[in-house]
């Protein structure tokens, strides 16, 4: 199967959020605060090949309830995304629910292991790279959203870090 060139992808992103607007859907997305294996003072952060393209963050994606839990679909995306594979021990960092983009969202954002700091970036993402939690792996004043500033807060708010 050939890949859906990145054009594509994008014009996709814009449909679905002016449906979005329209609608006002209720809809469910994980979204996942990478450990390094070797590491735990390092993350993932990606940039995404649609939306804002600027903008750092975590992996993720949306689910459907009745056919995936969280957990098994913040695995599948992040294994989509990024060819990682994590340790088996998640932990739910925050659970939210989002308007910002014109939907009723129910975000879970996890905090998992990664097996391996080898990244496979498919269509959807533009660059990801480890970066310590402080975000200091990142080009000066980029900008970061802020669902990455919640994971990382509540990752040390639990002890960690």
Sequence with gaps: MRAVPRVITY????????????????????????????DPELC??????YGDRNRWGLPGGG????KE???AAVRRECREELGLEFEPETDVLE????????????????RVT??????QL????????WTPLDYSGLPPGA????FADIAVSAHRENGYS
Excluded: C
């Design 11 to 38: 014009v996709i992103d814009r449909a679905l959020k002016a449906y979005w607007k329209a609608f006002k859907p209720k809809t469910f997305g994980v979204k996942a605060l990478i450990l390094h294996p070797l």
């Design 44 to 49: 993932v952060l990606i940039r995404q090949s």
């Design 63 to 66: 689910y459907r309830p009745k």
């Design 69 to 71: 839990l969280a957990e």
């Design 95 to 110: 659970e939210l629910l989002t308007t910002a983009e014109g939907k009723r969202d129910h975000l879970t954002i996890f």
């Design 114 to 119: 990664a097996r391996s700091d080898q990244l």
């Design 122 to 129: 498919n269509r959807e993402v533009m660059e990801a790279v």
């Design 143 to 146: 900008p970061v959203s802020r």
